[in-house]
C-alpha cells in the first residue's frame, strides 16, 4: 500500500506513465511481487482457516445434524449451551490443567535455568526432556493407558519403592484423583518443550552480565531474578498464555485414555460427544464459539496482569534508588545531630 | 503486537479445527476428508442434490415396482440378477469402503475379490479399509465422491434417496434375503447386509463347569446368581464389562428392544411413544432389569477390579483361557474369541438370559449394509450390484464369521445351537410417517439407544462402583431425559 501511494505522488511530480510503464518499473515491480507472495498464503488462510471458521459459526445458529435438513433457530443453541450443567461442569476440570500448567510452567523454568549454566551433560538432559514432545499425542494415551493400570508400570515402580499394592489408589478409577493422573501425562508431554523455549530465551542473555552481577555480590537466585527473569518476561508470558489456553482446550489425555468417561469428560471432549455421537452439530458449534470466547477473555485477562506484574519487576530499580536516597539522608541526620 | 498476531492465528486454527478435525486424530488421511467436507458441502447446496437425484430415484423405485422395465435405467434390481450368469462380460471398476479394516489386512477380503474376478474376470473392485467407520463414512458421504459401494452409517432413513441407489421393492428383496427391512425407506430396500447378529452373551463352558452351572441361566436374578457362584468357585472373572473401550458398553443396548419387552415391534414402533420405558415392570423383564443386571453385577463385585484399565483386545485371550466368564457382545465377537487363543471350544454362545411371558426372544439384525452410491454410472452401479449380490450369495463371508444368514437360503453356523427353543425374531421397522422419530428422540435426549450411546451406560458402571447413584435415580434420569425429548419433538405418549 505504501508503495502504492508513493507511486502516485512519483507520477504527479514527473509525466504521467501509463499502465504499462508503471507495471514494467522499479514501484510497479514492487508491487507485484509483494502481491505474488502474499496471495499463496492469504489464500491458504483463507481457505482452511477462516472460511471452515465462518462455516462453523453460522453452523451454530442452525438445528442440524451433519446430514439431512437444517433449520435456523437463532440464539438457542447459545442458551441450550448456558443452561446445560454438563458444558460449564466440564470446565471446572480445566482448573486441574490449568494447575499442571502452572507446575509445568515452573519445572521447566528451573530446569531451563539450571541447563543453561554449564551442566555435565546437559544436552543429554534437554535431548531425553525434549523427547516426549515429539510422540504422537495418542501414542502418548496408549502408553499412559497401560502405565496407570493396575499392577502394571507404574505400580511396579512404587512396588520397588517400597509401597505396598494395596496401599496404592487405581490411577484412573479413583474419581478424586484420575484427573490428575491425565493432566500428569500432558505436563510430561509439554514440560520439556517449554524448557527448551525458555533455554532459547536465556542463551540471549548477554553473559557479561552475570559477571557484573557477580562482581557486585549477587548470587544465582538474585542473578535469575534481576536478570533472567526480566530479560525473557516476553517468552514467559507467551508460554503461560499458551499453556492456560491449552488447558481450557485439553482433548487429547482423556480422550485417548478414558474416553471421556468416569468423570474425565473435558470441555472438548463433551463438545466432540455432542457433535459427533449426538449429532447436534449446531449446538456444538455454539460451544466451539463460546470456548472462543472465554479463551480471548481468558488471553486478554493475563496481558494485563502481566503488564501489571513486569511493571514492578522494572520499577524496582527506581524503589531502589529511592531507598538508597532516603538512607543517605538518614545518613546525612545522623551526621548532623551528631 | 507479533506475540498478539501470533496468538490470534494460532487461536483461531485452533477453534477451527478443533471442531471440525475431532475425529481426525488418527491420519492425515483424515484431516483431508474434513477439509474437503467443509469446503466442498456449501458448493453443492443439499436442495440441488435432491432435485437431482429425486428424478433418478423415482425412475429407479418404478423400475423396482414394475419389475420389468429395468432398461429405463440400465440398473437392474437386486431380485433380478443371477449371481454367475448375468452380465458374467461387464467391464467396470469399482470402489467399496468397508470398515473391516482387519479383513482388509488379513487378506480374507483381497481373497473373497479374487475368488468374485474368477466369475466376473472384467469388473475390478478397489477396496479400502476406514478405520472409525462411524463418523468418517458420515463425512465422506457428505461430499458424494466415496466411490460406488460403502457400509450405510447413521444416516436418517428418510435421506436414503438423496445418497443410495435403491436395491429392490421391500417385497422382493424379502423373497430374497433376511433382515431386509433394515434400511428400507417408503417401501425400497437400499441395503444387504453383509452379516447378520444374533444378540445373546458369549460365556466359557469350562469356567461354568467349574462354577457348578449345569443350566443356562434365563432370568436376569439367575444371571447374577451364576455370575455369584463364578466368583464363589473360580478365579475367572465373572463378567467383564470392556469398560474402557466404550463402544462395547452399548452393545447392551442391542438387548433393549426384542430381547426384554419381548416384542418386536417394541423399540422402533413404540419405545419412543412410551411415556415411562424405564420403569421397573416388576416380573424380571424390561429395559430397567437388562440394565439392573450391569448395575447389581458391578456393585457386588461380579466384575473386573479396574474397569477403566480393561482391554478389548486382551479380553479375547482372556476369554478364551478361562479367565473371564460372561461378555455380553453380539454374535459377531464369537469368531474372535474362538480365534484368540487354544481353547476356542470352551467359548459358547447362549441366549440372552430374560424371560417374558415364558419365553426367551433373541433379536436378530442385519450388521452393517451394502449400499450403492446413487451419483455413480449405470455401468458401475451394476456391477455394484453384482458384488454385493456375489458376497450375500457366494462368498460365504457372512457363515465365516460366525452370522445369522442374510441369505434365505444359507446356512447357520453350529454356535447358534442353544438358540433352539428361543424365538428368533428380528425388530421391526418404524411405521411409515415415523422411520426418523428413534434417531431424533436419541439425539434430542442424548441417550442415544443403539447409536452410539456409550457413555449413559458407562455412567452405569461408575455409579455402581462408587455409589454415586442408586439404580432407581439412574432410571429417573433417564426417564426425564426421554420425557423431555417427547415434549420437545411433540410425540404422542402411551401409557
Redesign the interface.
Known amino acids: 500500500m505504501a508503495a502504492m501511494t508513493q507511486t502516485v505522488n512519483n507520477s504527479g511530480r514527473h509525466k504521467k506513465r501509463t499502465f504499462g510503464e508503471w507495471a514494467r518499473s522499479r514501484d510497479g515491480q514492487k508491487v507485484f511481487v509483494m502481491v505474488a507472495f502474499m496471495i499463496i498464503p492469504l489464500v491458504l488462510l483463507f481457505v482452511f482457516t477462516y472460511l471452515p471458521f465462518a462455516e462453523m459459526f453460522g453452523f451454530s445458529f442452525y438445528n442440524m445434524k451433519y446430514t439431512g435438513d437444517r433449520k435456523f433457530v437463532g440464539l438457542k443453541n447459545y442458551i441450550r449451551v448456558f443452561q446445560r450443567s454438563d458444558c460449564f461442569g466440564a470446565l471446572k476440570l480445566s482448573l486441574y490443567y490449568m494447575g499442571g500448567s502452572i507446575v509445568q510452567l515452573a519445572l521447566s523454568l528451573y530446569l531451563a535455568t539450571v541447563l543453561s549454566f554449564k551442566v555435565k551433560g546437559g544436552s543429554v538432559f534437554k535431548g531425553f526432556m525434549f523427547f516426549p514432545y515429539l510422540i504422537n499425542g495418542i501414542a502418548i494415551g496408549f502408553i499412559f493407558k497401560f502405565f496407570y493400570t493396575r499392577g502394571f508400570v507404574f505400580d511396579t515402580v512404587l512396588q520397588w519403592c517400597g509401597f505396598s499394592l494395596d496401599n496404592l489408589p487405581y490411577w484412573l478409577k479413583d474419581q478424586s484423583i484420575n484427573n490428575i493422573s491425565l493432566v500428569g501425562t500432558s505436563v510430561w508431554r509439554y514440560f520439556g518443550q517449554n524448557m527448551v523455549l525458555f533455554i532459547g530465551a536465556i542463551m540471549s542473555v548477554d553473559a557479561e552480565l552475570y559477571e557484573a552481577a557477580m562482581l557486585d555480590g549477587a548470587g544465582r537466585f538474585q542473578q535469575f531474578k534481576y536478570i533472567i527473569l526480566p530479560s525473557i518476561k516476553t517468552i514467559i508470558t507467551l508460554n503461560v498464555i499458551l499453556s492456560i489456553t491449552g488447558s481450557l482446550s485439553a482433548f487429547e489425555p482423556p480422550y485417548v485414555i478414558t474416553d471421556g468417561a468416569n468423570g474425565t469428560g473435558t470441555y472438548f471432549v463433551v463438545m466432540h460427544e455432542i457433535s459427533h455421537t449426538q449429532q447436534k452439530v449446531g449446538l456444538a458449534s455454539a460451544m466451539a464459539i463460546i470456548l472462543l470466547m472465554i479463551i480471548f477473555a481468558a488471553t486478554i485477562l493475563q496481558k494485563v496482569f502481566f503488564k501489571y506484574v513486569f511493571k514492578s519487576a522494572e520499577d524496582e530499580d527506581l524503589n531502589a534508588t529511592a531507598k538508597r536516597d532516603k538512607k543517605l539522608a538518614k545518613l546525612a541526620q545522623r551526621k548532623a545531630g551528631r | 503486537m507479533k506475540?498478539k498476531k501470533v496468538?490470534a492465528?494460532?487461536?483461531?486454527?485452533?477453534?477451527?479445527f478443533?471442531?471440525?478435525g475431532?475425529?481426525s486424530?488418527?491420519g492425515a488421511a483424515n484431516d483431508t476428508s474434513a477439509?474437503d467436507n467443509?469446503?466442498t458441502?456449501?458448493s453443492t447446496p443439499?436442495a440441488d442434490d435432491t432435485a437431482a437425484d429425486d428424478t433418478t430415484d423415482t425412475a429407479a423405485d418404478d423400475a423396482a415396482d414394475d419389475g420389468a422395465s429395468t432398461e429405463a435405467t440400465g440398473v437392474p434390481t437386486y431380485s433380478q440378477l443371477n449371481v454367475g450368469t448375468d452380465y458374467t462380460d461387464l467391464t467396470a471398476s469399482i470402489k467399496w469402503i468397508h470398515h473391516k479394516t482387519d479383513r482388509e489386512e488379513d487378506g480374507t477380503i483381497a481373497a473373497m475379490v479374487e475368488a468374485f474376478n474368477q466369475v466376473y474376470p472384467n469388473i475390478t473392485v478397489e477396496t479400502e479399509g476406514v478405520t472409525d467407520y462411524a463418523?468418517d463414512s458420515?463425512?465422506r458421504?457428505?461430499t458424494g465422491d466415496w466411490g460406488d459401494i460403502m457400509f450405510i452409517p447413521?444416516?436418517?432413513k428418510?435421506?436414503l434417496a438423496t445418497?443410495f441407489q435403491p436395491m429392490d421393492s421391500l417385497e422382493n428383496m424379502s423373497n430374497e434375503i433376511n433382515f431386509a427391512d433394515q434400511w428400507e425407506f417408503g417401501g425400497t430396500s437400499y441395503g444387504v447386509p453383509y452379516m447378520a447378529n444374533a444378540q445373546g452373551v458369549l460365556y466359557n463352558k469350562a469356567v461354568f463347569e467349574a462354577a457348578g452351572i449345569t443350566e443356562l441361566p434365563t432370568t436376569p436374578t439367575e444371571f447374577l446368581d451364576c455370575l455369584q457362584k463364578i466368583k464363589d468357585n473360580t478365579d475367572a472373572i465373572p463378567l467383564y464389562t470392556n469398560?474402557?473401550?466404550?463402544w462395547t458398553m452399548g452393545a447392551w443396548d442391542a438387548y433393549l428392544g426384542t430381547v426384554a419387552n419381548g416384542d418386536a415391534a417394541y423399540q422402533n414402533q413404540k419405545f419412543v411413544h412410551t411415556a415411562n420405558p424405564f420403569d421397573d415392570p416388576g416380573d424380571d423383564t424390561g429395559i430397567y432389569n437388562l440394565y439392573r443386571i450391569l448395575y447389581d453385577a458391578v456393585a457386588n463385585g461380579l466384575t473386573e477390579?479396574?474397569?477403566?484399565?480393561t482391554?478389548w483386545e486382551g479380553c479375547k485371550a482372556m476369554i478364551n483361557n478361562g479367565e473371564i466368564g460372561t461378555m455380553v457382545l453380539g454374535s459377531w465377537a464369537y469368531a474372535q474369541m474362538v480365534e484368540a487363543g487354544e481353547h476356542g471350544d470352551d467359548i459358547g454362545y447362549m441366549p440372552f438370559p430374560i424371560t417374558v411371558g415364558g419365553t426367551q426372544y433373541v433379536a436378530a439384525g442385519g450388521d452393517y449394509n451394502f449400499a450403492i452410491n446413487v451419483n455413480s454410472s449405470d455401468e458401475n452401479k451394476t456391477a455394484a450390484m453384482v458384488f454385493i449380490k456375489w458376497m450375500t450369495e457366494e462368498s460365504g463371508w457372512c457363515f465365516n464369521e460366525g452370522g445369522y444368514t442374510v441369505d434365505k437360503n444359507g446356512q447357520n453356523p453350529d454356535m447358534y445351537s442353544a438358540f433352539d427353543g428361543c424365538t428368533v425374531v428380528a425388530d421391526q421397522p418404524a411405521v411409515a410417517g415415523e422411520e426418523t422419530l428413534l434417531n431424533d428422540m436419541?439425539?434430542e435426549s442424548?441417550l442415544?439407544f443403539n447409536?452410539?450411546?456409550?457413555?449413559k451406560v458407562?455412567?452405569i458402571v461408575?455409579a455402581a462402583?462408587?455409589g454415586s447413584k442408586t439404580f432407581d435415580d439412574l432410571m429417573a434420569e433417564w426417564t426425564q431425559k426421554w420425557n423431555d425429548a417427547q415434549d420437545y419433538l411433540e410425540i404422542e405418549v402411551n401409557n
Request: proline share 0%; glycine share 6%.
Open positions: 506475540l496468538l492465528l494460532s487461536l483461531a486454527a485452533a477453534m477451527t478443533s471442531l471440525i475431532c475425529g486424530d488418527d477439509a467443509t469446503t458441502e456449501d443439499a463418523e458420515l463425512l458421504l457428505s447413521a444416516v436418517d428418510s435421506d445418497y469398560y474402557a473401550a466404550g477390579d479396574d474397569y477403566t484399565t482391554d436419541n439425539s442424548e442415544s447409536a452410539g450411546g456409550d457413555a458407562q455412567e461408575e462402583a462408587t
